[in-house]
């Protein structure tokens, strides 16, 4: 499930106003709050985690899941390489996402 969190960049909870996203980049303005940085953050970290330890092998290949959908085809082979460089570089998902939330205050 995707994770709605309600946030206020400068005391104004329109964020559409100062925060732009989508499925290659996050747009976030000078100057907000570090604990508004910190939840974008978290939100992002808690989600691409969700969907690295949904990974199962299949008869057709590797799938994840994400927002309660198969993730299957080009899509799934994209996460896997991502999935596999984690693996080799830090030894696991768990030490990876254990690393990221030191290196940023997350959790």
Known sequence: ???ITRMSFFGNSNIGIYAFANDKVLILPPGIGEYDVREVNRVLVDSLEKVLKSRRIADWGPNFECARELVWGASSRVLDDLYMRIVLKYGSIDNFF??????????
Do not use: D, F
Not at 98 to 107: A, D, F, I, V, W
């Open 1 to 3: 499930m995707v994770e």
């Open 98 to 107: 254990s690393r990221l939330r030191g290196e940023y205050g997350s959790k």
